[in-house]
């Protein structure tokens, strides 16, 4: 069991870490105001399954392995950047192809909710950043009074169960957000090469990080 007392001050730092920016917010607020509430939901359901994944992570060793072992850190950031690039690589190239033929423009499919809680699993998951957060959050809500890895599984699990309700809540915002000005300023042509960019971002923003 974790200690209730501690509860409180554990419920308020993890709401102001979700408040904060990061790349998951930057993902769910790109979708969710061009695709609509149910492409942020399921970005925010993929997300929640990387939360599980990482803390079971940390309970079992692998956040302390990866501290101790700097080269399996650098390997999963290499991934992860090489993945976020070619999926912004591809989609720069289908919306240049749609702008330099505009009489006949590739027809871009809609992603499936499956695609998307894929690419909220592994936005998340391929970010050495969120493993070792966990890693270092976590333990500072445990107690010698009881297992620490029972105790740890417990306190990720209700950190990731807090962000995904902010972030369904986020996806709700953004998509009235979108739907609002979207069609004023005309920007759905132009999605796939704003989302390719943001991808080629959060990829030199991983690979560059210290």
């Known amino acids: ?17 979700v408040l ?3 790349p998951d917010l930057l993902l769910i607020s790109t979708y969710a105001s061009s695709k609509g509430f149910k492409a942020g ?3 925010a359901i993929g997300i929640l399954l990387a939360g599980l994944v990482q803390t079971s992570l940390v309970a079992f060793g692998l956040g302390q392995l990866m501290q101790q072992m700097p080269p399996i850190a650098m390997a999963i950031k290499v991934t992860g950047a090489l993945y976020l690039a070619w999926l912004g690589v591809n989609l720069i190239k289908t919306w240049y192809a749609n702008q330099t033929s505009p009489s006949d423009p590739l027809p871009v499919p809609e992603l499936q909710p499956m695609q998307l809680m894929s690419k909220g699993l592994l936005n998340n998951l391929l970010n050495p950043k969120a493993l070792l957060f966990f890693s270092l959050f976590l333990p500072q809500f445990t107690t010698a009074n009881s297992s620490l890895t029972g105790q740890i599984l417990m ?3 209700l950190l ?6 902010f972030n369904t809540l986020f996806s709700l915002g953004f998509s009235k957000i979108g739907a609002y000005f979207g069609n004023k300023l ?17 990829a030199a923003r991983l690979v560059t990080q210290k």
């Not at 069991?1 to 870490?17: E, K, Q, T």
């Open 41 to 43: 939901f399921m970005l």
């Open 1 to 17: 069991m974790i200690d209730l007392s501690i509860l409180p001050l554990f419920f308020i730092a993890s709401i102001m870490l």
């Open 155 to 157: 306190l990720g699990t």
């Open 186 to 202: 005309r920007l759905g042509k132009h999605i796939d090469g704003l989302l390719g960019v943001i991808f080629l971002g959060l």
């Open 20 to 22: 904060s920016p990061g």
């Open 160 to 165: 990731s169960l807090i962000a995904f309700a």
